[in-house]
């Protein structure tokens, strides 16, 4: 008995000592026939999560400016805050869509760099940021397209899936948010040839009810 | 001289605390140029926010990189090999709150009549760059570096709140030590304890031949929310 006791004591001594946790799972061995996006494709794709970043963070600055005390036009501010959110979640659906297809298994830790930093902070009044972030969305969308054409390179490969889906929900949404924005450039700067401050603050009570 | 220094503060203090009011006397009045385009001291600021402001804004801007981050961990956790979805899951709330956090900071900055700086960051951050780090790692790690990192923010709320709760003239705001306090303080108490418990339950689990199963368990419950 007494050795027996011995014996669970010294195993339990040997256990405690080599107290080792187990943090990280075995390597695995699945097959990588389904893994077939092209490396160009795949930076092109990389690239683009930065620049909905870029985009987003600029955005930001826009909507800091705008709830400033000295500047005061919170319809402005809550919109560009707002846009900043969706570029986020842009970014967010492009990564999504890459480990869809079985990347990112790797050089994750850069795919977001301190770049960000938005370069642009203030602006004169409401109509210029508008058409800044027309600009914005306009450069945006050259770049998505960029990444459609890389990704449907016809002669060697085509990611028709990829090529489908920004083509038919981001083209759409960038197209769709230019138009509404140029709308909006247009009617306050009708406002604000003649009625100036009134014509802004008017058309940012407007936004933030939601009826500009 | 005393009567005197007294006098003086007095005069100052009464000039102080009517600027918006004189500057606004001053450009109504009939001799003014008619159209008026010098700036009025009119802005929102009193008490501490002009002392506080590089601090929040420093504190902002770190929201905005944690968020990043954690969204490179969660990331991560989603891809088809490490395909730990509660893990994954986990970071992106981790992301997702930093951000918005960082956005409500930026309008209470901004409601203070401060305004926001994108270029301050703290230099421990700023150096943090110059090291490579890894964002891909695996969870009992993860969540070791998310707990770390909470704390390095709670204090960082800390020192703000101190400042703002600093018994001198020019300190002294509870208004700020009150926004953090409702607003930041609370939250990261309960995150910390949060991934310190995450951190205890995966000590605990990961003590045997064979994790995996450990693993898959507590993934799954964190990705139906019946972890507290």
Sequence with gaps: MKSFLLTVFFVGVISLGSAQLQCANQELNIPKDWIDMKEVCINKMRDQVTEELRASMQYMAMGAYFSKDTVNLKGFSDMFFKSASEEREHAIKLISYLLMRGELTSKVSDLIKRNLIPKTTTWVNGVSALKDALKLEASVTKKIREVIKVCEDGSSFNHYHLVDYLTGDFLEEQYHGQRDIAGKISTLEKMHKDHGALGEWLFDKKLISGEV | ?228
């Excluded at chain 2, 008490?47 to 506080?52: D, H, Q, S, T, Y």
Aim: hydrophobic share 40%; proline share 1%.
């Design chain 2, 1 to 228: 001289m005393k009567v005197f220094v007294i006098l003086s503060l007095f005069c100052v203090a009464a000039i102080a605390d009517d600027y918006c009011y004189q500057d606004v006397v001053g450009a109504c009045s009939k001799t003014a140029n008619k159209h008026y385009s010098a700036v009025l001291n009119c802005s929102a600021k009193y008490g501490a926010i002009e002392k506080v402001q590089p601090a929040l804004q420093q504190y902002i801007n770190h929201h905005f990189v944690r968020s990043f981050e954690y969204l490179l961990m969660s990331t991560h956790f989603a891809n088809y090999q490490k395909n730990r979805a509660g893990f994954e899951k986990l970071f992106r709330e981790l992301s997702d709150n930093k951000w918005h956090e960082g956005i409500e900071m930026i309008k209470y900055l901004d409601s203070r009549g401060g305004e926001m700086d994108f270029n301050r960051i703290a230099e421990d951050v700023a150096k943090e760059e110059e090291k490579e780090r890894s964002f891909e790692l695996y969870e009992l790690a993860a969540v070791a570096r998310a707990l770390d990192t909470e704390k390095k923010m709670a204090l960082e709320a800390n020192s703000i709140h101190s400042e703002a709760t600093r018994k001198n003239i020019n300190f002294h705001d509870p208004e700020i030590s009150d926004y953090i306090e409702k607003e930041v303080v609370h939250k990261e108490k309960d995150l910390i304890r949060k991934l310190a418990g995450y951190a205890t339950d995966l000590t605990n689990l990961l003590n045997k031949q064979d994790s995996s199963l450990s693993l898959f368990l507590f993934d799954e419950y964190l990705q139906n929310n019946k972890l507290f």
